[in-house]
C-alpha cells in the first residue's frame, strides 16, 4: 500500500521556522516529482513548492519564494519543506503529493498525504 506521511506541522508565532516531512511508503517515488501544496480553511487548495527527482528544479508559488526551500532524501524516501518567517496567512494544511500529471502547479498528482496542520500566531 502506497502512503505518504506528513509529520512536523504545529503552532509556531509569526516569524518563526518549522521543518515538515514527508515519509514515503509502498513504492520508490525516487524517479518522481514531489509536491507540497496547502489549504487554508474557506479557501482552495493552493500549490507550495515541488522539487524534480533529482533536485535538479525546484517550483515555488511567489507567496513563499525567499521562505521556504524544498529538499529530498531519495535514499530515505522522504521529501522536506523548510519553512522560515512564517506568517498567519501561512496557516494552512499542508499535503505532500508525489506523481504530477502534467503541470507540477496543478492538483494532479497521483498520490497524496494525510496532511498536517501548521497554524501561524500573529
Known amino acids: 500500500q502506497v502512503q505518504l506521511v506528513e509529520s512536523g506541522g504545529g503552532l509556531v508565532q509569526a516569524g518563526g521556522s518549522l521543518r515538515l516531512s514527508c515519509a514515503a511508503s509502498?513504492?520508490?517515488?525516487?524517479?518522481?516529482?514531489m509536491g507540497w501544496f496547502r489549504q487554508a480553511p474557506g479557501k482552495e487548495r493552493e500549490f507550495v513548492a515541488a522539487?524534480?527527482?533529482?533536485?535538479?528544479?525546484?517550483y515555488y508559488a511567489d507567496s513563499v519564494k525567499g521562505r521556504f526551500t524544498v529538499s529530498r532524501i531519495n535514499a530515505a524516501s522522504t521529501v522536506f519543506l523548510q519553512m522560515n518567517k512564517l506568517r498567519p496567512e501561512d496557516t494552512a494544511i499542508y499535503y505532500c503529493?508525489?506523481?504530477?500529471?502534467?503541470?507540477?502547479?496543478?492538483?494532479?498528482?497521483?498520490?497524496w498525504g494525510q496532511g498536517t496542520q501548521v497554524t501561524v500566531s500573529s
Open positions: 509502498g513504492r520508490t517515488f525516487s524517479s518522481d516529482t
Open positions: 522539487i524534480t527527482w533529482n533536485s535538479g528544479r525546484y
Open positions: 503529493a508525489a506523481r504530477p500529471r502534467g503541470s507540477v502547479y496543478l492538483g494532479a498528482y497521483d498520490y
